[in-house]
């Protein structure tokens, strides 16, 4: 199974940045899409990004509606690793964030933001901003 590690998490203050990191294990890690997620208590998991192939062979991102022009995904694969930088944080932000990973290659940018469609999950950072 691919194993995933998330880290990078923390405690900031309204409108300051934090970059979260999540290593997977395995050969092919170029080929995976990967998704960043977050829950906070009593609400269900929401899609934050991902980062996938598109029908051009190429990698493209997409973003909640929530973070887009605030956070950014990346990957770099000679280390097998997905990042999530932040910045502008909100108190609404606060939450564990997770990782997860789809091995094949059918995400399109319907289906990207739907959890069912992730093999596998790391276990989860914290992240809290304060006002």
């Known amino acids: 199974q691919v194993q995933l590690v998330e880290s990078g998490g923390g405690l900031v203050q309204a409108g300051g940045s934090l970059r979260l990191s999540c290593v997977a294990s395995?050969?092919?890690?170029?080929?995976?899409?990967m998704g960043w997620f977050r829950q906070a208590p009593g609400k269900e998991r929401e899609f934050v990004a991902a980062?996938?192939?598109?029908?051009?062979?190429?990698?493209?991102?997409d973003y909640a509606d929530s973070v887009k022009g605030r956070f950014t995904i990346s990957r770099d694969n000679a280390k097998n690793t997905v990042y999530l930088r932040m910045n502008g944080l909100k108190p609404e932000d606060t939450a564990v964030y997770y990782c997860?990973?789809?091995?094949?290659?059918?995400?399109?940018?319907?289906?990207?933001?739907?959890?069912?469609?992730?093999?596998?999950w790391g276990q989860g950072t914290q992240v809290t901003v304060s006002s």
């Open positions: 980062i996938r192939w598109s029908g051009a062979s190429t990698y493209v991102a």
């Open positions: 395995g050969r092919t890690f170029s080929t995976y899409a």
């Open positions: 997860a990973a789809h091995l094949g290659l059918s995400l399109n940018g319907q289906t990207a933001s739907n959890p069912d469609e992730y093999d596998f």
